[in-house]
């Protein structure tokens, strides 16, 4: 296992693979793709991933607004699912 996780840990220095620490006592590991984000439900730990056109748009012009070319970001949500 730390074998595993020394392997994990090298990818994500060589940039293969994104690193993700969801507030858990572990992390995960996805090997990178095309540019989205993610919604943890906190109860089933299910991560739901997504891509909004309009949020990438703004978070180049709030880093313009404060005198930056953004160059990367991240983002995660953290929800519980509806009940109605
Ligand atoms: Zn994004």
Same mark, same amino acid.
């Given at each position: 296992m730390a074998t595993v996780y020394r392997t994990l840990n090298l990818l994500d220095e060589l940039n293969l693979v994104q690193k993700h620490?969801?507030? /858990? =006592?572990f992390s995960r590991f996805e090997v990178k793709e095309e540019h989205h984000h993610h919604l943890v439900d906190? /109860? =089933?730990?299910e991560v739901i991933e997504f891509t909004n056109e309009s949020l990438e748009i703004l978070k180049h012009e709030i880093a313009a607004e404060l005198g930056f070319d953004l160059v990367d970001h991240t983002l995660e949500l953290y929800g519980r699912r509806k009940r109605n």
């Open positions: 620490d969801f507030k /858990e =006592s906190v /109860e =089933s730990g």
